[in-house]
Nanobody, 122 residues
């Protein structure tokens, strides 16, 4: 059974930083990628970033490129999203999602964790 548990959201001022963590179990990284998908009120879901477990390939949406960094720990049971230089438009619920690499880019996935809310104040 795939389990994804996201944490680390909160309230931060614009320009600040947060690190999201996703505890992962039941995922075979040779077959799946892990990513972060966000949804802001009234907006469509956006594939923010994802990482391929087998090759370490990474993807970043243009809106976060240069500010966010995704990584996996050595034990391959936690995926991080380091978010720097946060902007009010980054405010959203962030979901940790497992699925195909391309699917995650298009904000789709097979297994979803509960979201964590990130609020960036101006």
């Amino acid at each position: 059974e795939v389990q994804l548990q996201a944490s680390g959201g909160g309230l931060v001022q614009a320009g600040g930083s947060l690190r999201l963590s996703c505890a992962v179990s039941g995922v075979t990284f040779d077959d799946s990628a892990i990513g972060w998908i966000r949804q802001a009120p009234g907006k469509e879901r956006e594939g923010v970033s994802c990482i391929s477990g087998s090759y370490g390939s990474t993807y970043y949406a243009d809106s976060v490129k240069g500010r966010f960094t995704i990584s996996i720990n050595n034990a391959r049971n936690t995926v991080y999203l380091q978010m720097n230089s946060l902007k009010p438009e980054d405010t959203a619920v962030y979901y940790c999602v497992a699925g195909g690499y391309t699917d995650l880019i298009f904000a789709q996935g097979d297994s979803w964790g509960k979201g964590t809310l990130v609020t960036v104040s101006s």
